[in-house]
């Protein structure tokens, strides 16, 4: 069966800092992966997809992941966090079937 | 512009009431999926489908009931409304492509439910 786990329920960090949420998945075959974010009383935007192309993904707002096959990672990064970053960020893994798996979220806070 | 459209945005039911959630989408999505929110647990999928006349259920269906009569609805009904259902609901819709649903989902903006 598959999973995602979220490392952290809780990122702090200051603005024009780094960015680094963590994934970990479990899936049987080569699964596609996605990073959502939700701004508070929103529902979730997708940041950026991985479905076996490249493995490092570039998505909006200059969020990137990279997928890691040995490490059963999708890691989120941002080189520069904004406060208009902080929301709830949810990794997600995509049966064949449409089901989508969540991990059960990382709230990022930006500190000036 | 809609996307996919919730209403209401916000509902409080009494235990033992039944209401509808509505859903529209205006994208020609065939995949249609319903998931609840709560605190902690990430979104948990209730019910879904795969084109209308085609409903299955997801991790969590009890007390819940889907149809799907035409590409653009999907109502979620709750039947008879327990403290338990208490959460924010959302629906997504997707493209179906070469018989795989991994395209990314469409949310709507919630719907906040509460049971008293």
């Given at each position: 069966a598959q999973s995602v786990t979220q490392l952290d329920s809780h990122v702090s960090v200051s603005e024009g800092t780094p960015v680094l949420l963590r994934c970990n998945y479990s899936s049987s075959y080569s699964p596609s992966l996605f990073w959502y974010v939700q701004h508070p009383n929103k529902g979730l935007q997708l940041l950026l997809k991985y479905t076996s192309a490249?493995?490092?993904?570039?998505?909006?707002?200059?969020?990137?992941?990279?997928?890691?096959?040995?490490?059963?990672?999708?890691?989120?990064?941002?080189?520069?966090?904004?406060?208009?970053?902080?929301?709830?960020?949810?990794?997600?893994?995509?049966e064949n079937t449409g089901k989508l798996i969540f991990g059960q979220g990382t709230t990022l806070q930006v500190k000036p | 512009n809609a996307g996919v459209t919730q209403?209401?945005?916000?509902?409080?039911?009494?235990?033992?009431?039944?209401?509808t959630l509505q859903c529209a989408q205006d994208m020609n999505h065939e995949y249609m999926?319903?998931?609840?929110?709560?605190?902690?647990?990430?979104?948990?999928?209730?019910?879904?489908?795969?084109?209308?006349?085609?409903?299955?259920q997801g991790e969590v269906p009890n007390g819940y009931n889907v149809s799907r009569s035409t590409t653009e609805d999907f109502p979620l009904r709750l039947l008879s409304a327990a403290p338990s259902q208490t959460s924010v609901y959302f629906c997504a819709s997707s493209y179906i492509a070469g018989g795989y649903s991994n395209q990314p989902q469409h949310f709507g903006d919630g719907t906040r439910l509460s049971i008293l």
């Open positions: 490249a493995t490092l993904v570039k998505g909006i707002n200059g969020f990137e992941a990279e997928f890691k096959k040995s490490e059963t990672s999708f890691h989120l990064t941002k080189p520069s966090a904004h406060m208009s970053d902080a929301a709830e960020y949810f990794c997600v893994v995509s | 209403t209401p945005k916000f509902q409080v039911l009494k235990t033992g009431q039944s209401m999926s319903w998931y609840r929110q709560d605190p902690g647990m990430g979104l948990r999928l209730i019910h879904y489908s795969v084109g209308a006349g085609i409903t299955d």
